[in-house]
Structure formats: structure tokens, C-alpha cells
């Protein structure tokens, strides 16, 4: 995306992919459907701000708002109680047709994961989400992040092992 297609009036910084990543960041990181849209309002702004405050645009766009994402998401995840809330979430994202033996498998491996996710510490669910569900790089992470390449590998590999083996306690896989 162009600095000055960013910079023009009534045009959205993030363009449809953009917004559906961090839409997919946000609800993965644990905010409800019904503030994912504040959550999007919340990256576009400080996207402009950034870019009113001389910053520029940043280099990878997607990037950098999948990372505003995950920090916006760990925000509510610290100031909500979101166990109350997981089922329903879930049970949302699921098309209604998933009424299914399968479909109720495949719902409770979703609240599984979910539930690993939650129990994760919120640096380690961060690379996580960023690495798997908004598929960037580990150079990526590390960038946005602001944190070294071997920093995130280990984060990497300490969620992954975590969420493995309370998967396997639960005999979910």
C-alpha cells in the first residue's frame, strides 16, 4: 500500500485482507465478535496516528497491524474474564449446520485449543497467534516485536509444547 493512498481522506489504511487478519488476530486472541469491529476501529487508528506522527507507514502494513492485533487482544484478555465467554465464541464461529457427531467433535477440539490458548502466559499466546493463525515469519515477529529471532523461536517451542501436552492430558489428540 502507498504512503499516500494511507494518507488520503475517507480511505481506509487496511485493505480487505488486512482487516480480515486482524479481525481473525483479534477473535483468536479472545475478544467477543460483538468488539471486533472496535478492535479493527483501534488498529486503523493507530495506524494514522503513526503515520501522522511522522512515522510513515510501516513497511510491512499487515505485519504490523496482525502485531497491533495480538497487543490489543492481550489488552482485553488482562482486563476481561474470558472463560465465561469462550463457549459462546466458539459455538458463534461454527456454522449452525455443525449439529453433527463430527461438528461436535470438531467443537470440542476448538474449545480445547481454546482453553490451551487461554492457560498459555500472554507473550507465548502471542507468537502463537501470530505465527499460526496470522501466519508470519519468525524474522516478522521478531521485527514487529522488537525482540530477537531466538527469543521468539523459544517462545514458539515452549506454547507449542505446553499447548501439546495439555492437549494430550485432556486426550484431545
Do not use: C
Amino acid at each position: 500500500m502507498s504512503r499516500r493512498r494511507a494518507a488520503g481522506a475517507g480511505v481506509d489504511p487496511l485493505d480487505p485482507a488486512q482487516v480480515s487478519r486482524v479481525r481473525a488476530v483479534l477473535s483468536l486472541g479472545g475478544v467477543p465478535a460483538s468488539d471486533l469491529q472496535d478492535g479493527v476501529q483501534q488498529v486503523r487508528l493507530r495506524l494514522l496516528e503513526r503515520t501522522a506522527g511522522g512515522l510513515g507507514a510501516p513497511r510491512e502494513t499487515g505485519a504490523w497491524a496482525a502485531v497491533v492485533a495480538s497487543r490489543l487482544a492481550a489488552d482485553w484478555h488482562r482486563t476481561r474474564n474470558r472463560q465465561e465467554r469462550i463457549g459462546a465464541r466458539l459455538a458463534s464461529l461454527l456454522p449452525p449446520d455443525h449439529g453433527t457427531e463430527g461438528g461436535q467433535e470438531a467443537r470440542l477440539v476448538a474449545l480445547a485449543v481454546a482453553e490451551g490458548l487461554d492457560a498459555l502466559p500472554a507473550r507465548q499466546r502471542q507468537v502463537l497467534i501470530l505465527r499460526f493463525y496470522a501466519d508470519l515469519s519468525v524474522p516478522q515477529i521478531a521485527t514487529e516485536l522488537e525482540i530477537p529471532e531466538g527469543t521468539v523461536k523459544s517462545r514458539l517451542h515452549a506454547a507449542a509444547k505446553s499447548l501439546r501436552e495439555r492437549l494430550h492430558v485432556n486426550e484431545v489428540v
